[in-house]
């Protein structure tokens, strides 16, 4: 990383009026989370099927136990990285309007961010499928699969979207009214590979924002909508730049 290149970054972050940060799941895989997609990812160990709506719907009991496995039992290690912390930090700082994070893991939450758009869900919330009674999976018993709720007996599911699913209509609301009026957009950790979530930055740039990457290699963000590549993982390079953003 040049020295001159993140120092102007931080110039950037630091007039802007509005700055907001989209995440994607290199920013995950920082703190030991494997990503869905590509190589060493978790769709060449399981099958995805178990995340598809109608699925898990006809057969809980075959999803269920390997949903356990994958999201609470190997997931719930998961910690917050420098990445998570650094943006904490700037939304307290004042210097961060939101996150909008295709993540799922809680973890930008866990590092303190308080104004957290999750795109596709959470999965520390549960929710019945049938009255909508919601709760926090660390209240469930997860011994006793598949879950069913107290209230009315119903299929409980984890609160992210699965395959077959709508994006949540306020979290997609609420992200494109950030990127809309953000001068700056930071990109962490995503490929730009999954839609609708990759239009985020896409609105941002069309709408003047000054868009800033970080990841370790081009993305389809790159050539087309970002203005300044930071070559690096997420946690390395706003490491670097704590410093600067802080004037430590």
Not at 106 to 128: P, R, T, Y
Not at 142 to 162: E, Q, S, T, Y
Not at 185 to 211: D, F
């Amino acid at each position: 990383m040049d020295e001159r290149t993140l120092k102007d970054v931080a110039s950037i972050i630091k007039e802007a009026k509005y700055c907001m940060a989209f995440t994607g799941a290199g920013v995950s895989v920082e703190s030991g989370i494997p990503p869905f997609r590509g190589e060493n990812s978790l769709w060449t160990r399981y099958d995805p099927t178990i995340l598809d709506l109608k699925y898990f719907q006809q057969y809980p009991e075959e999803s269920w136990p390997v949903i356990r496995e994958i999201f609470y039992d190997f997931f719930g290690k998961a910690r917050p990285n420098k990445a998570h912390e650094v943006l904490a930090r700037m939304e307290q700082a004042g210097m961060l309007g939101c996150v909008v994070t295709q993540n799922i893991d809680n973890l930008h939450q866990e590092a303190g961010s308080k104004v957290v758009h999750e795109f596709h869900g959470n999965s520390q919330q549960l929710v019945c499928m049938h009255c909508g009674f919601r709760q926090g999976a660390a209240e469930a018993d997860l011994k006793v699969l598949p879950l069913r709720c107290a209230h009315c007996g119903g299929l409980v599911k984890p609160d992210f979207i699965f395959f077959g699913e709508r994006i949540p209509e306020k979290a997609y609301a609420d992200s494109l009214e950030a990127a809309r009026k953000a001068d700056v957009c930071l990109i962490m950790g995503s490929t730009g590979e999954v839609m609708p979530a990759a239009l985020i930055p896409q609105e941002a740039r069309r709408n003047g924002a000054v868009v800033i990457e970080i990841n370790p290699e081009d993305s389809l963000f790159t050539r087309d909508v970002t203005h300044i590549h930071l070559t690096g993982k997420a946690g390395e390079v706003m490491a670097a730049l704590e410093p600067l953003l802080f004037d430590a």
